[in-house]
């Protein structure tokens, strides 16, 4: 029988104890070996039908591990455990959704709050309490699990990103703003964009496909951990000003700090993206992603049966 993602979690970590770094696909294989699946149940069909089911739970596993900061994943394919992962073994909990719930940044991640809806600031997320009422409908149950796959996605992607060279990145860059409708073509916003940093600016792009006007970019490929902070965009600003450019665009593959965040300089439009930021934008503009599969919900036409009544 193929265990579920939450029985796989105590399991994963214990495949990595050791210490050292090793190949997730080695780390399923171990785990089909320790719960004996047999081949047709290491290769049956998730219900999408397009992955293996068991290496998939398997990777929900890793993400909320990785999650609540139990695992670590430097490179691409490549996990070792942290310090809390060893914690969590010796602590001989049980090892799953409800006790991850205890790591803030597994919070924030499973059941982020609204930023329109403060009331869901006080409710429990289904998920995490079958006892909290009331009751979800069906369509709140599928948004829910919609979130958690988008989230993870965009974990996930962003992971890839960092692990780019920065001439990629700047590419990226590029593509991006030409989907979001700057810079008129590829060829033009290449152009425009990639020189080595002219005082606090990487590329100028345009605003509009004729050019009317343009917008300076800082880009900044940095670690999550290296937040850039105030005086990284009063920089940035200052080059604006030598440019005599009142628009910029700073993107970072880090975060912001508060005061960063709470920056308005008077006379400049000043946009900034952070890495949750970008790869929600690569996500909903199609850069770097592509539709593994689509379900579709539908409904009675109501107008259509109003219409038999005539």
């Not at 993400?63 to 001989?92: D, N």
């Not at 990629?168 to 409708?181: D, H, N, T, W, Y």
């Not at 951990?225 to 700073?250: C, D, H």
């Not at 930021?277 to 579709?296: D, H, W």
Request: aromatic letters at 8%; charged letters at 25%; hydrophobic letters at 35%.
């Amino acid at each position: 029988m193929i265990p579920d993602y939450q029985t796989l979690m105590r399991p994963l970590l214990e495949c990595i104890q050791d210490g050292q770094e090793h190949l997730f696909k080695n780390v399923i294989e171990q785990l089909a070996d320790r719960f004996e699946l047999t081949r047709e149940e290491r290769e049956q069909l998730a219900p999408s039908g397009h992955s293996a089911l068991f290496s998939g739970r398997v990777g929900w596993a890793k993400t909320y591990l990785k999650k609540a900061g139990l695992l670590e994943q430097r490179k691409r394919g490549i996990l070792s455990i942290s310090s809390l992962g060893i914690k969590a073994l010796k602590s001989k909990k049980k090892i799953d959704v409800t006790y991850l719930t205890g790591y803030p940044n597994f919070v924030d991640f499973y059941a982020p709050l609204s930023r329109n809806d403060k009331t869901r600031e006080n409710e429990c997320a289904p998920a995490i309490d079958p006892e909290c009422t009331p009751p979800v409908t069906p369509e709140e149950t599928i948004a829910h699990a919609y979130e958690q796959i988008h989230n993870k996605l965009s974990s996930e992607l962003l992971d890839v990103v960092l692990m780019q060279d920065f001439a990629f990145f700047e590419r990226l860059v590029v593509e991006l703003l030409v989907k979001m409708g700057y810079g008129g073509s590829i060829q033009d916003a290449g152009q425009a964009i990639g020189r080595t940093g002219d005082e606090g600016i990487d590329g100028i792009i345009k605003e509009d496909k004729l050019g009317l006007d343009v917008v300076h970019i800082q880009a900044k490929k940095w670690n999550r951990n290296n937040t850039v902070g105030r005086p990284e965009l009063q920089k940035f600003v200052g080059a604006l000003a030598g440019q005599g450019s009142t628009k910029g665009i700073f993107i970072t593959t880090s975060s912001f700090t508060k005061e960063a965040q709470s920056y308005k300089p008077q006379g400049v439009k000043l946009v900034k993206i952070d890495g949750e930021k970008l790869t929600q934008l690569m996500i909903e503009y199609g850069l770097g992603v592509t539709t593994a599969f689509s379900y579709e919900i539908k409904r009675i036409d109501r107008d259509y049966f109003n219409d038999l009544d005539d």
